[in-house]
């Protein structure tokens, strides 16, 4: 029997992107997996892992190659994520943060002097990036940023704080938003910044502890006072809340990519067990309440690929995604809850002990119900598009 869905393969891949989801997918099983537990349990950033996959050109994927990066398209970048998260739901947050949040706003509306500054050392994975549009009072409705950018000679001066930045602790590079005009209409109030870690007056108010993604690295960062000079303003000024949406739409598929693997992981290891475990002597995959549960899981993990990698073929064809972003993550991060709640069902105590590794997937699995928007946003943004503003 085959349970690797995807080595069935309907998505006419090219040789590139098989190329890229096999050396993934070998490295994450050999190296990623061993690791995880531990990374968890003990909360630590996956520095090896992330200098593992520079060394690998993964923290550069869908990076031009004129700016240190493989060149590769957002597919590529998908079926990665998925492998990585197969194997660690922390290290693909992490590397997701990294490269659609921490490097493509530079990529995709950076000068050329930015991003030939910046661009490379993010893309070798020798910079790690972060990304802050979330505040104290700002999360989903992140229009209503209060850090303020306020004019200087030579630059300007950034005052306040950003909640819960992916590898803030450990990055070099910051992407963030602040208002520029307090005055101007809501979405025009807020512009972008690329700030260097060196830059005084940036400081980690704290790390935060959670329930999933525990090696994943989760901070308030503070900026007080802090002088960035005129050429680290991102694009236009007025235009970062746009740029910010815009990363997040893309950003989205990335988180969707993460949730299926998750889902991924828990449905391989569940299937195997179901074929091992007996009970009332015969397989529990032979009684037919587990092996429905199996089918239920397949269809849904399937079902969840043909969304995200449709959605991500729209963006390398450089058609309209938004909506299509926003239905992939929607539905690949709630499907991963469901599959992977069903998963420690099948394995019974088994799967509610951290050895088997699914709780640790189905604890993973719940950020993806919420970072880059939550259910309810993405929601919000398919109704939208289907029924206009009403
Ligand atoms: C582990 C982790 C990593 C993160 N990393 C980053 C990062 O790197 N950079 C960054 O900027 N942010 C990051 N975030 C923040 C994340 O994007 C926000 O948490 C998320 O957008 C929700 O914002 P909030 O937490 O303020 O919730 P709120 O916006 O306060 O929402 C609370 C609840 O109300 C619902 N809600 C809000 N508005 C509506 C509405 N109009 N209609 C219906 N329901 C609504 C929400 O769906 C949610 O259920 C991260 C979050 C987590 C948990």
């Given amino acids: 029997m085959n349970t690797e869905l995807q080595a069935v393969d309907p998505f006419e891949l090219t040789e590139t992107q098989k190329m890229i989801r096999d050396t993934v997918r070998d490295f994450a099983r050999e190296t990623l997996a061993p690791r995880a537990q531990e990374l968890d349990r003990k909360g630590d950033f996956p520095m090896q892992n992330f200098r593992d996959m520079a060394a690998m050109g993964l923290t550069g994927i869908p990076v031009p190659e004129a700016y240190g990066g ?67 009072q700002a999360g989903s409705d992140s229009g209503a940023t209060r850090t303020a950018a306020t004019r200087v000679s030579g630059g300007w001066r950034v005052q306040g704080t950003k909640m819960f930045m ?25 512009s972008a910044f690329i700030l260097e870690r060196s830059f005084p007056g940036i400081s980690i108010a704290k790390k935060e502890d959670k329930l999933g993604c525990r090696a994943s690295d989760t901070c308030i960062v503070n900026f007080d006072d802090v002088f960035v000079p005129e050429s680290n303003l ?32 828990g449905f391989e290891r569940c299937v195997e067990y ?28 399937q079902a969840a ?3 995200l990698y449709h959605a991500a073929r729209l963006k390398d064809a450089g058609r309209p995604y938004k909506r299509e972003a926003s239905m992939a993550k929607l539905y690949a991060s709630e499907m991963a809850m469901r599959v992977l709640r069903e998963a420690i069902q099948v394995l019974g105590g088994y799967g509610y002990m951290t ?7 189905y604890r993973d699995a719940k950020l993806c119900e919420i970072g880059e ?3 309810e946003i993405q929601r919000i943004v398919i109704s939208r598009d289907l029924l206009g503003k009403l």
């Avoid at 007025?238 to 998750?262: E, K, N, P, T, V």
């Avoid at 074929?275 to 397989?283: D, E, I």
């Fill in 70 to 136: 493989a060149g590769a398209d957002t597919l590529s970048f998908i079926l990665a994520m998925e492998e990585i998260a197969k194997a660690c739901g922390s290290t693909a947050l992490t590397l997701a943060a990294h490269t659609s949040l921490g490097t493509m706003p530079i990529v995709q509306f950076g000068s050329e002097e930015q991003k030939r500054k910046y661009v490379p050392p993010n893309a070798s994975g020798e910079v790690i990036g972060s990304y802050g549009l979330t505040e104290p």
């Fill in 166 to 190: 992916t590898n803030a602790s450990v990055a070099g590079l910051f992407v963030i938003t602040a208002v520029t005009n307090k005055d101007a209409p809501k979405h025009e109030r807020i």
């Fill in 234 to 265: 991102l694009g236009q000024e007025g235009h970062g809340f746009s740029y910010f949406m815009q990363i997040l739409d893309g950003g989205r598929i990335g988180i969707g990519a993460m949730a299926l693997g998750l889902a991924e992981g």
């Fill in 274 to 301: 179901s074929k091992t475990r007996s009970a009332f002597g015969r397989p529990i995959g032979a009684h037919q309440a587990i092996a429905f549960k199996i089918a239920d899981m397949a269809v849904q993990i």
């Fill in 305 to 307: 690929r043909h969304l």
């Fill in 355 to 361: 050895e088997y590794h699914i709780e640790r997937m």
């Fill in 373 to 375: 928007g939550t259910s």
